[in-house]
T-cell receptor, first 115, second 114 residues
Framework: AQKVTQAQTEISVVEKEDVTLDCVYE???????LFWYKQPPSGELVFLIRRNSFDEQNEISGRYSWNFQKSTSSFNFTITASQVVDSAVYFC????????????FGQGTTLQVKP | DTEVTQTPKHLVMGMTNKKSLKCEQHMGHRAMYWYKQKAKKPPELMFVYSYEKLSINESVPSRFSPECPNSSLLNLHLHALQPEDSALYLCASSQGMYGTGELFFGEGSRLTVL
């Protein structure tokens, strides 16, 4: 079975704090892809990053960074110096090789950044 | 701006009404999806079209009827809905149904059934 767990339901931080969103996944596939999406109040799911199972290099994009560790089946997302505009629901998702287009989403983490 | 456009953004309908949700993409993608999202929940897959043919139906009730008139358009026809069908309906597209799974989502149509 495939599963994505985001244990943090809600996180509240003050602007400029760093925050890490956790994601743990389960899959028996050897080839798979992991994603993070951001969903602001407008509703659209905004693609942030995709990682394939063979690339464990950490990635940094501006204030965003991702830590992929196959040994712990985790794909954590860190926002450095958070801003109010980062307030949104963040979803971690898994796409296995046999999933034929179906993304397995975690339950989502609601991030509130206060000024 | 999103490259997947959904209309209408908001829809209120009674249980006896017939309405449709529309989705359009011009990225040349050959797979299109309908997802349903209830408040404070992740999106749930409803249908997948690949090359304009229905490939996946996640056991969705027949009161939801998808249609893919061409490679750029995806409709969701609604009839005799229930109040519990009130949700955000998200359309998405991808280059193909198989592959890396990267989906591009629209802003969604927020449906309220009275």
């Amino acid at each position: 079975a495939q599963k994505v767990t985001q244990a943090q339901t809600e996180i509240s931080v003050v602007e400029k704090e760093d925050v890490t969103l956790d994601c743990v996944y389960e899959t028996r596939d050897t080839t798979y892809y992991l994603f993070w999406y951001k969903q602001p109040p407008s509703g659209e799911l905004v693609f942030l990053i995709r990682r394939n199972s063979f690339d464990e290099q950490n990635e940094i994009s501006g204030r965003y960074s991702w830590n992929f560790q196959k040994s712990t089946s985790s794909f954590n997302f860190t926002i450095t110096a958070s801003q109010v505009v980062d307030s949104a629901v963040y979803f971690c998702a898994l796409h296995g090789s046999g999933n034929t287009g179906k993304l397995i989403f975690g339950q989502g983490t609601t991030l509130q950044v206060k000024p | 701006d999103t490259e997947v456009t959904q209309t209408p953004k908001h829809l209120v309908m009674g249980m006896t009404n017939k309405k449709s949700l529309k989705c359009e993409q011009h990225m040349g993608h050959r797979a299109m999806y309908w997802y349903k999202q209830k408040a404070k929940k992740p999106p749930e897959l409803m249908f997948v079209y690949s090359y304009e043919k229905l490939s996946i139906n996640e056991s969705v009730p027949s009161r939801f009827s998808p249609e893919c008139p061409n490679s750029s358009l995806l409709n969701l026809h609604l009839h005799a809905l229930q109040p519990e069908d009130s949700a955000l309906y998200l359309c998405a597209s991808s280059q193909g149904m198989y592959g890396t799974g990267e989906l591009f989502f629209g802003e969604g149509s927020r449906l309220t059934v009275l």
